[in-house]
């Protein structure tokens, strides 16, 4: 398991390499907060929105552009000021579709054209024969074909009349099918133009992990116009949802080494007066913002209590979208691994194959008129190679063998010894018997030792000291004690030897 663990993050590694070298390195990345709106205080007092204009029925609140509201037939708009000083970009739009029924109508609509569309038109709230891109957040089936609600991006060049009858499906550059309406959570889509790629990544909104993305489309050699406005727009027909955009953030994208450094003094200043206006503007907001609890202490607290509890029903759905959540990681981990088991067969697969073709081109080559027209194999396992490990694999087999043979007779050896010694039982007595030898040897060493130390000190008188004949009967003794603790080990060892 560690090796496979191992294994995968070397996969992830490649696959992460692989894909940075596609893409070149990764591109510098600048916030573009004139292409951007978000809560909170999305929209001023005054109920503009700062650098983008907004019309038809759509409303903007602090928290959030409610671009078309769920009453019949509405359709409303809103469209960046500026139109975009950079040619590629990234913008994140997070979105909430909500609405009682069980389906809804019509949908949304994120546009980047070189003109600003209308507020009220006719594709998702604004104008028809665009020039550019419009991605569709379609919810309502017009084609009756069971596939909405489906997202797609249609490129138009401002000459074709967007296909209602059959929901955009002729026209369509890419598209998928996802469900984006009545999301627990907001539902994001993630569109990049980089490079003249666009990709468009989906959050389906069952989470509230922002990193939930999924990839809807990508498709290469997408050529928009240099610089368009960025604007969406929704609506609604018989059946009506809410369409509200929370957040709406652009990036722009630089190539490594293109950022642009010209334009940085100016910004400089810019972002000094920028930076001073936006304190003021949270200095007043504070000042608002206090003047409106002492005018509403009541409400006030009321909110801040209610924030503490919960009812049952909400408890029992956040612990439904809880768990939904947890199942959901779950099966993503696991498609991950399915993903990554699939490559790592496709590319074994490969290699066989390109073993395999191998041989034959090395074979084709041997036995053609023109050896030196041998193709040359690509980086892989070559015929030599294999020929190596299959010898290897023989020496080692033979001296597996050997070494088998050789533990067999040793294995027969051992047993005759075995069986030798059970047919013979005294010659367990046998080892025995020579320490007994060897023990009576050198007690007889000892003791001629001893007879001539005595000898050499017999000549001088001595009354008190050891008679010989003592000093023999005490050897006497010694050596009956030591012959029968002798016997009486041998006697218990040949007893423990039955036992087992
Ligand atoms: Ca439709
Ligand atoms: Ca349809």
């Known amino acids: 398991m560690k090796m496979a663990a191992e294994v995968r993050w070397l996969l992830v590694f490649l696959i992460s390499c692989v894909v940075s070298s596609c893409h070149g390195e990764t591109a510098h990345r600048k916030f573009e907060y004139k292409y951007s709106f978000k809560p909170p205080y999305l929209a001023q007092k005054d109920g503009s929105v700062p650098f983008w204009e907004y019309g038809g029925n759509a409303i903007a609140s602090s928290e959030n552009v409610r671009v078309a509201l769920s009453l019949r037939s509405q359709k409303g708009a809103i469209w960046a000021k500026q139109p975009t000083n950079f040619d590629w970009w990234e913008v994140d739009l997070v979105f909430r579709i909500s609405g009682r029924g069980r389906i809804g109508a019509d949908g949304l609509a994120f546009w980047y054209t070189t003109a600003k569309g209308s507020y009220n038109g006719t594709v998702f709230g604004s104008s028809d024969l665009w020039t550019g891109l419009?991605?569709?957040?379609?919810?309502?089936?017009?084609?009756?074909?069971?596939?909405?609600?489906?997202?797609?991006?249609?490129?138009?060049?401002?000459?074709?009349?967007?296909?209602?009858?059959?929901?955009?499906?002729?026209?369509?550059?890419?598209?998928?099918?996802?469900?984006?309406?009545?999301?627990?959570?907001?539902?994001?889509?993630?569109?990049?133009?980089?490079?003249?790629?666009?990709?468009?990544?989906?959050?389906?909104?069952?989470?509230?992990?922002?990193?939930?993305?999924?990839?809807?489309?990508?498709?290469?050699?997408?050529?928009?116009?240099?610089?368009?406005?960025?604007g969406v727009s929704a609506a609604t027909g018989g059946l009506a949802d809410d369409h509200d955009v929370l957040h709406f953030l652009t990036t722009s994208l630089y190539p490594p080494g293109q950022l642009p450094t010209d334009g940085q003094k100016v910004s400089l200043e810019?972002?000094?007066?920028?930076?001073?206006?936006?304190?003021?503007?949270?200095?007043?907001?504070?000042?608002?913002?206090?003047?409106?609890?002492?005018?509403?202490?009541?409400?006030?607290?009321?909110?801040?209590?209610?924030?503490?509890?919960?009812?049952?029903?909400?408890?029992?759905?956040?612990?439904?979208?809880?768990?939904?959540?947890?199942?959901?990681?779950?099966?993503?981990?696991?498609?991950?691994?399915?993903?990554?088991?699939?490559?790592?067969?496709?590319?074994?697969?490969?290699?066989?194959?390109?073993?395999?073709?191998?041989?034959?081109?090395?074979?084709?080559?041997?036995?053609?008129?023109?050896?030196?027209?041998?193709?040359?194999?690509?980086?892989?396992?070559?015929?030599?190679?294999?020929?190596?490990?299959?010898?290897?694999?023989?020496?080692?087999?033979?001296?597996a063998r050997e070494i088998k043979a050789f533990v067999g007779e040793v294995h027969t050896k051992a047993e005759s010894i075995l069986s030798n010694q059970a047919r013979a039982p005294t010659a367990q007595v046998q080892p025995m018997g020579y320490d007994y030898q060897s023990l009576v040897s050198e007690v007889r060493d000892g003791l001629n030792a001893l007879k001539k130390d005595v000898k050499s000190v017999g000549s001088a008188d001595c009354p008190n000291c050891l008679t010989t004949t003592m000093f023999l009967l005490f050897i006497g003794i010694q050596m009956i004690i030591l012959l029968v603790y002798s016997l009486y080990r041998d006697n218990k060892e040949a007893q423990m030897k039955k036992l087992y």
């Not at 296909?163 to 955009?168: K, L, P, Q």
């Not at 607290?301 to 979208?321: A, D, G, P, S, V």
């Not at 390109?354 to 194999?377: A, C, M, N, Y």
């Open 134 to 230: 419009g991605i569709f957040f379609d919810s309502f089936d017009n084609d009756n074909k069971h596939n909405n609600p489906y997202i797609m991006a249609i490129v138009n060049d401002g000459t074709k009349v967007f296909d209602h009858a059959n929901d955009g499906s002729t026209q369509q550059l890419a598209g998928c099918l996802r469900d984006f309406r009545n999301k627990p959570f907001a539902t994001r889509a993630r569109i990049e133009y980089y490079k003249n790629t666009l990709t468009l990544l989906f959050h389906n909104g069952m989470t509230n992990n922002e990193q939930d993305y999924d990839i809807c489309f990508r498709v290469e050699n997408v050529m928009l116009p240099k610089h368009g406005y960025f």
């Open 270 to 399: 810019e972002q000094a007066k920028l930076q001073q206006e936006y304190l003021d503007y949270q200095k007043k907001l504070d000042e608002q913002k206090e003047e409106y609890r002492k005018e509403h202490p009541d409400q006030f607290r009321k909110n801040e209590f209610e924030e503490y509890y919960e009812t049952e029903n909400q408890r029992e759905l956040r612990q439904i979208f809880n768990g939904q959540s947890q199942m959901f990681d779950a099966l993503r981990e696991l498609s991950r691994k399915l993903d990554e088991v699939v490559g790592r067969q496709e590319r074994t697969l490969s290699l066989i194959s390109q073993v395999q073709v191998g041989g034959v081109q090395v074979t084709g080559g041997q036995t053609g008129s023109q050896p030196g027209s041998q193709p040359v194999l690509i980086d892989t396992i070559r015929r030599q190679e294999v020929d190596a490990v299959l010898n290897n694999q023989n020496i080692i087999l033979n001296t």
